[in-house]
């Protein structure tokens, strides 16, 4: 069986246009991992890319956040791309914490702008062994 690593993608409204961009120019390397995203995100990556195959979860406030928490804790991903908006009020600012704190506790590449997204997804690293 052949290892494919797993990338999460999240982002914020206002940041999901940038998610899109992010995810048209790295459909090349994206298209290696297995993608999970939040609801709203993974629909808006799915119809700009479709031959990205996107797992979607939930709405990140209806527990989309949580279930990428999850699956960070449980060691099923190998990163996280998560397009946080610093300008907007956050009525989920605790789910955007709990995923940083998870992604710093399990060590895993998580970038919160283009800049670091795409120097991450351009990192022979991401992914290159499999998870433990």
Not at 28 to 55: H, I, K, M, Q, W
Not at 81 to 108: C, E, G, Q, W
Request: a neutral charge.
């Amino acid at each position: 069986m052949t290892f494919r690593p797993a990338l999460a993608l999240v982002a914020h409204d206002a940041k999901k246009d940038d998610m899109v961009a992010f995810a048209r120019a790295h459909v090349d390397r994206l298209a290696g991992f297995d993608l999970y995203a939040t609801g709203t995100t993974g629909a808006r990556v799915s119809e700009a890319c479709p031959r990205l195959p996107v797992t979607r979860l939930k709405s990140g406030p209806l527990g989309g956040d949580q279930q990428i928490g999850a699956m960070i804790a449980e060691g099923r991903l190998d990163g996280l791309v998560f397009f946080v908006d610093p300008l907007s009020p956050m009525p989920h600012d605790v789910d955007v914490k709990a995923l940083t704190r998870l992604a710093l506790v399990y060590d895993i590449p998580m970038a919160l702008n283009r800049c670091t997204a795409d120097m991450m997804i351009g990192s022979p690293r991401l992914g290159a062994a499999p998870r433990s």
